[in-house]
């Protein structure tokens, strides 16, 4: 995981945006065991949701699976994160328009955007 985590360091810049996302999911406190969350390097989600922060504009803000991870990865960090709740929320109509999820999946985004502070 430590091997892992490095190159994605050394490859922020490159990355896309569902990747950011996908890190900060899988690194998430609730995704990882304790000996695991060990091998995640100091400061790793931070630089992440910074590179999510400067080039998260784009197609995943209507794909609502990747909605739920990042909402599910800041809830897991206990971070709010003003600038990209801004980015999700202001595409969530049209990808809620643009979808056929589930309920499930519908429930869980509002389970998750009801915990957001007001």
């Known amino acids: 995981l430590q ?11 490159r990355l896309p945006a569902e990747d950011y996302i996908a890190l900060l ?3 998430s406190d609730a995704q990882l065991s304790p000996a695991l969350r060990a091998c995640v390097p100091e400061g ?8 999510l922060r400067e080039r998260g ?3 995943w803000r209507l ?3 990747a909605v739920r ?3 599910e990865a800041l809830r897991a ?12 929320l202001d595409r969530l109509p049209a990808a809620l328009r643009s979808s056929d999820c589930s309920l499930e999946l519908l429930v869980r985004l509002l389970e998750l955007l009801s915990d957001l502070p007001p």
């Open 3 to 13: 091997a892992l985590l490095a190159a994605a360091q050394r490859q922020l810049e």
């Open 25 to 27: 999911y899988e690194t």
């Open 77 to 88: 960090m206990r971070v709010e994160d003003e600038a990209l709740l801004e980015l999700v």
């Open 69 to 71: 991870h990042l909402l």
């Open 44 to 51: 790793f989600p931070e630089e992440v949701l910074h590179a």
């Open 63 to 65: 794909e609502l699976e």
């Open 57 to 59: 504009y784009g197609a």
